[in-house]
């Protein structure tokens, strides 16, 4: 009896065995399967990927897919209407990546037009780039000269944006004293609240 036992085990792992065999995929000739290599473009004869377009993107070998301008592996990613590898807050036809070390050196983070390294930092609101401290979407903007935010009234050099009088100031600290004084453009200096200029002027 128990060697009738035995045999039936062993008939069932047997047909358990084939099962699995019949199971698997052998490539024609023999041998394991391999992974299929990228083919080449007809076109622009490069090797191709996910994402490819005709001479605007490469194969990137460690990240296994097609790349465009300003890819850094593992941290962009493509932008097929743009055509090119782009940050985090990228937005088509408004922002670029700055290759600078300052700029990469963590999270790749698109810049407007008007980027200053080190000094400005893009706001999805205006669309532009404000410096890093002093910013009021829709009211300042980055002075590329000064470097600081300023408004519509501001003297290169002598006047900054004072977020409390929601107005120009001097640039000296001594001079502006919150709503006794004010910024004339005109002088270029600090003036007391009811300064005016004669008609004409």
Do not use: W
């Not at 605007?56 to 743009?82: A, E, L, N, S, Y």
Request: glycine residues 8%.
């Amino acid at each position: 009896m128990l060697e009738r036992i035995r045999f039936q085990a062993l008939i069932a792992a047997l047909l358990v065995l084939t099962a699995v065999g019949c199971g698997e995929e052998k490539p024609a000739g023999g041998g394991s399967a391999q992974p299929t290599a990228p083919s080449a473009c007809e076109v622009c004869n490069l090797i191709k990927g996910e994402n490819h377009l005709c001479n605007r993107t490469h194969h990137c070998p460690v990240c296994k897919r097609d790349v465009g301008d300003d890819h850094f592996c593992g941290r962009t990613t493509f932008c097929k209407p743009c055509g090119k590898d782009v940050g985090k807050n990228h937005r088509c036809g408004v922002t670029h990546v700055c290759r600078s070390d300052y700029c990469t050196q963590r999270d790749i983070l698109e810049v407007g037009e008007n980027h200053v390294c080190r000094t400005s930092v893009f706001c999805k609101t205006c669309g532009v780039d404000a410096a890093f401290e002093g910013h009021v979407c829709n009211v300042t903007f980055l002075c590329p000269a000064c470097l600081i935010e300023v408004s519509n009234e501001h003297v290169c050099g002598k006047s900054r944006y004072c977020p409390d009088c929601a107005s120009e100031r001097s640039r000296e600290e001594t001079e502006h004293k919150c709503s006794l004084t004010k910024f004339c453009k005109a002088c270029g200096n600090e003036m007391p609240v009811d300064h005016q200029h004669p008609r004409g002027r």
